[in-house]
């Protein structure tokens, strides 16, 4: 069960970060966030496609939105089983720490749609864009 937690823990906050933090409006702030990080993971599953199809039919939407986003984030688990069965206790703990310092790294979002950001593939920016 404790595994089961480690994982989903791994798995479950980046894939809100990356695709989701964008719609929760947070009461101290006029602007919504983006994570630059997470963003770009995410926002790669767009990017990618978009060399091979024309972005505005029904399969990148699929691909970009759906398939791509639960791929990061099964990978993500699969990560979090091996670190969990990892003896190395100070790489567990390195890899911990740099997915929460990945969580720090947020701008509010119309600093992410304009340059240099706005260059970054991320999440939000491709789907705006594209729908």
């Given at each position: 069960m404790k595994?089961?937690?480690?994982?989903?823990?791994?798995?479950l906050p980046p894939?809100?970060?990356?695709?989701?933090?964008q719609?929760?409006?947070?009461?101290?702030q006029?602007?919504?966030?983006e994570?630059?990080?997470?963003?770009s993971?995410y926002?790669?599953?767009?990017?990618?496609?978009?060399?091979?199809?024309?972005l505005?039919s029904s399969?990148?939407?699929?691909?970009?939105?759906?398939?791509?986003?639960?791929?990061?984030?099964?990978?993500?688990?699969?990560?979090?089983?091996?670190?969990w069965d990892s003896?190395?206790?100070?790489?567990?703990?390195?890899?911990?720490?740099?997915?929460?310092l990945?969580f720090?790294?947020d701008?509010?979002?119309?600093?992410?749609?304009k340059?240099p950001l706005?260059?970054?593939?991320?999440?939000y920016?491709?789907f705006?864009?594209?729908?």
């Amino acid at each position: 069960m404790k595994q089961f937690l480690f994982r989903l823990l791994f798995a479950l906050p980046p894939y809100f970060f990356g695709t989701l933090i964008q719609t929760v409006p947070f009461p101290s702030q006029t602007d919504r966030l983006e994570n630059l990080f997470w963003g770009s993971v995410y926002g790669l599953g767009w990017f990618e496609i978009g060399f091979f199809v024309n972005l505005r039919s029904s399969g990148p939407a699929i691909f970009g939105f759906c398939i791509w986003p639960i791929a990061v984030s099964i990978f993500l688990y699969w990560i979090a089983g091996k670190l969990w069965d990892s003896d190395n206790v100070k790489l567990v703990r390195i890899c911990v720490i740099l997915l929460l310092l990945s969580f720090c790294i947020d701008v509010p979002l119309t600093w992410a749609s304009k340059p240099p950001l706005a260059y970054l593939p991320l999440w939000y920016n491709a789907f705006f864009n594209i729908y």
